[in-house]
């Protein structure tokens, strides 16, 4: 009988230090802290994985925070501990992220040795200013050098991300970092706009300004809504035309190199995640980890879990449609009855006839998809599905 599929997540919280855009579940700490966080991890890694016998791991991702600041031993114990206690796919994708001033060319041949092989680096903007202004430890120049040691370590694999709306920040200027980035080819970009969160010092100086945007105003700082507009086309015109495949809202990649991990979510698949404030769903149940550090590391395996939720059938559904229709390729229909009893339209046909009728969604006797027009307001689409 064949094994069920699992992905796993390594949440590693540790960062040089905090961007001033950033809400994640992040922190610098001192050595004696992240050994104690392995410690635990490692722990909760061992127990949990009695669970999972029967399951066949498909991909695993090291994520942040920056993994990358643990020292190349410590990632070694972690992926040590995984590949004993589970049953990993020899072709399975195994991802970490990486900042550059993290990572030299031999903690990188660590990573290839101990059998990582997907890289994904936080590049965000390929110019020294607007590296400076997200509170970026690194230099447009520090992420060229960490891309060729990547290269000399043997990564084939490399996803750069790149944020774009950033305060003061034009379409032509977004459209140089786009231009710098495909021409060194990473296999894999991933696009964001910013947003300005609760809780970050960005917030602070430009959340008035983002609700003056919101509001169909002219900020003073942030890009207009017209600007955010030509950013989100120009990227979409420059990397299809560089060879990259726009398979999800936000993420490019030359033939071959979708990000498996990630897909995951978008269809609905089973992942663990493991440390602090990791989310998990398996068998449509999902639950999380305790984000207080304190805690996480006093608990008990069973006292780690928190807001533990058993979905029903039109939960799973409802995400079904709002997560598969963030991939290009859209919504297999007849897979989606299959798996959840009726057809999307047998439970959301007025909303989907609407999303039609204003050219927001495209719909055929197999798929259901957004449009290009679809793409640029994704939230409303969604919102009907909630």
């Excluded at 995984?82 to 796919?89: A, G, H, P, V």
């Excluded at 008035?208 to 105003?217: F, I, S, T």
């Excluded at 928190?306 to 799973?316: G, K």
Aim: aromatic share 10%; charged share 30%; with cysteine.
């Amino acid at each position: 009988m064949k094994n069920k599929e699992l992905s796993l997540y390594i949440h590693i919280p540790f960062c040089v230090r905090k961007c001033a855009y950033c809400d994640f579940l992040s922190f610098a700490a001192e050595d004696s802290l992240k050994k104690s966080y392995i410690d635990r991890l490692c722990r909760e890694i061992e127990q949990a994985a009695l669970q999972y016998e029967d399951r066949k791991v498909e991909s695993l991702f090291f994520g942040g925070g920056t993994p990358s600041v643990l020292s190349a031993d410590q990632t070694e114990r972690l992926m040590g501990l995984i590949c004993d206690k589970f049953n990993i796919n020899p072709e399975a994708e195994i991802s970490i992220e990486a900042n550059p001033g993290t990572v030299d060319t031999g903690k990188l041949k660590s990573y290839r040795k101990f059998g990582i092989n997907r890289l994904s680096i936080g590049c965000q903007s390929l110019d020294n200013k607007e590296l400076k202004l997200l509170g970026r430890i690194h230099t447009a120049d520090d992420f060229y050098r960490t891309f060729e040691s990547a290269r000399e370590a043997g990564f084939d694999n490399i996803n750069a991300d790149l944020i774009s709306a950033l305060p003061g920040q034009t379409a032509a200027d977004y459209e140089r970092s786009l231009k710098k980035l495909t021409h060194i080819r990473p296999e894999h970009i991933s696009t964001y706009s910013l947003i300005i969160e609760e809780g970050t010092p960005f917030y602070e100086s430009y959340h008035a300004d983002a609700e003056v945007r919101d509001k169909g105003g002219r900020p003073q700082y942030l890009p207009d809504e017209d600007e955010e507009r030509r950013m989100l086309y120009l990227g979409r015109e420059i990397l299809c035309d560089a060879g990259y495949h726009q398979y999800e809202i936000s993420n490019y990649a030359l033939e071959g190199y979708e990000c498996r991990h990630n897909k995951v979510y978008w269809e609905r698949g089973d992942y663990a995640g493991f440390g602090l404030g990791a989310s998990s769903c398996v068998n449509d149940v999902r639950w999380k980890n305790t984000d207080d550090i304190g805690e996480y590391l006093a608990a008990a395996d069973e006292g780690l879990k928190s807001d533990l939720q058993i979905l029903s059938r039109e939960e799973q559904r409802s995400e079904a449609m709002f997560l598969g229709l963030r991939l290009t390729r859209g919504i297999d229909t007849n897979a989606y009855a299959l798996r959840y009893g009726e057809t999307p339209s047998a439970i959301y046909g007025k909303w989907i006839d609407k999303m039609i009728a204003e050219g927001l969604m495209s719909g055929s006797e197999d798929t259901l998809a957004l449009t290009l027009k679809g793409q640029d307001v994704a939230n409303y689409v969604m919102a009907g599905f909630v």
